[in-house]
Antibody, heavy 121, light 107 residues
Framework: EVQLVQSEAEVKQPGESLRISCKGS????????IGWVRQMPGRGLEWMGI????????RYSPPFEGQVTISADKSINTAYLQWSSLKASDSAMYYC??????????????WGQGTLVTVSS | YVLTQSPSVSAAPGKTARITCGGN??????VNWYQQKPGQAPVLVIF???DRPSGIPERISGSKSGDTATLTISGVEAGDEGDYYC???????????FGGGTKLTVL
C-alpha cells in the first residue's frame, strides 16, 4: 500500500528556520516525483515545487523560488520542505503528493495527510 | 496561465452536479481533478481528462470540450460535499497549475 506520512504540526516564531518531512512507503520512492502544495487558511491549492528523488532534479513554482528549499534523501525515502527564515505569511497547511506521469501530464495520485505550520510571535 | 472554476455549485441529493474548468491550455493538455473534503487532504478523482483511479465510483466522470473540462457527479450524495480542483501540467516554467476550486454544496 502506497503511503505518504508527513511530520507533525509545527508552531514557530518569525525568523526561525523549519524543515518538514514526507516519508514514502509501499513503492519505489526514487522513481516518482514528489510535489509540495501549500493551502493557506480558507484558500485553494498552490503548487510550490517538485523533486525527483532519484537524481534530486528540483523545480520551483516562480512565487516560491528562493523562498523555500525542497530536497530529498532517497536512502530513507523522505522528501523535505524547508524555510531558513519563517514569516507569518508562511502559516498554512502543507501537503506532499506522489506524482505519477503519463500522457504528458503529472498528477498527484497519493497525498500525505498534511503538516500545519503556524508562525506567530 | 490560469484555470478558471466557478466558486460554487449546488445540487440536491440524487441530482447531477457539473463543475467546469476553463483555460487556454485545457484543450491541449490532460486535465486532472481532485476532491477535498473539509479537514482532509485532496484525493485524485479523475486523471487524463476522464480516467478514474481505483475506488472512485463510476458516478464521478470527467469530460472535455474545446477549452473547457467538466467534472460530472451523478446521483449526488451528502458525502460528495467539498471542494473540487482541476489541475493541468504543461511542462512550462510554471507547469503544475490548479484551478481556484469549486465548492460543491448538497442541498
Amino acid at each position: 500500500e502506497v503511503q505518504l506520512v508527513q511530520s507533525e504540526a509545527e508552531v514557530k516564531q518569525p525568523g526561525e528556520s523549519l524543515r518538514i518531512s514526507c516519508k514514502g512507503s509501499g513503492y519505489r520512492f526514487a522513481s516518482y516525483w514528489i510535489g509540495w502544495v501549500r493551502q493557506m487558511p480558507g484558500r485553494g491549492l498552490e503548487w510550490m515545487g517538485i523533486i525527483y528523488p532519484g537524481d534530486s532534479d528540483t523545480r520551483y513554482s516562480p512565487p516560491f523560488e528562493g523562498q523555500v528549499t525542497i530536497s530529498a534523501d532517497k536512502s530513507i525515502n523522505t522528501a523535505y520542505l524547508q524555510w531558513s527564515s519563517l514569516k507569518a505569511s508562511d502559516s498554512a497547511m502543507y501537503y506532499c503528493a506522489r506524482l505519477d506521469y503519463g500522457s504528458g501530464t503529472l498528477f498527484g495520485d497519493y497525498w500525505g495527510q498534511g503538516t500545519l505550520v503556524t508562525v506567530s510571535s | 496561465y490560469v484555470l478558471t472554476q466557478s466558486p460554487s455549485v449546488s445540487a440536491a441529493p440524487g441530482k447531477t452536479a457539473r463543475i467546469t474548468c476553463g483555460g487556454n491550455n485545457v484543450g491541449t493538455e490532460s486535465v486532472n481533478w481532485y476532491q477535498q473534503k473539509p479537514g482532509q487532504a485532496p484525493v485524485l478523482v479523475i486523471f487524463y481528462d476522464s480516467d478514474r483511479p481505483s475506488g472512485i465510483p463510476e458516478r464521478i466522470s470527467g469530460s472535455k470540450s474545446g477549452d473547457t473540462a467538466t467534472l460530472t457527479i451523478s446521483g449526488v450524495e451528502a458525502g460528495d460535499e467539498g471542494d473540487y480542483y482541476c489541475q493541468v501540467w504543461d511542462g512550462s516554467l510554471d507547469p503544475w497549475v490548479f484551478g481556484g476550486g469549486t465548492k460543491l454544496t448538497v442541498l
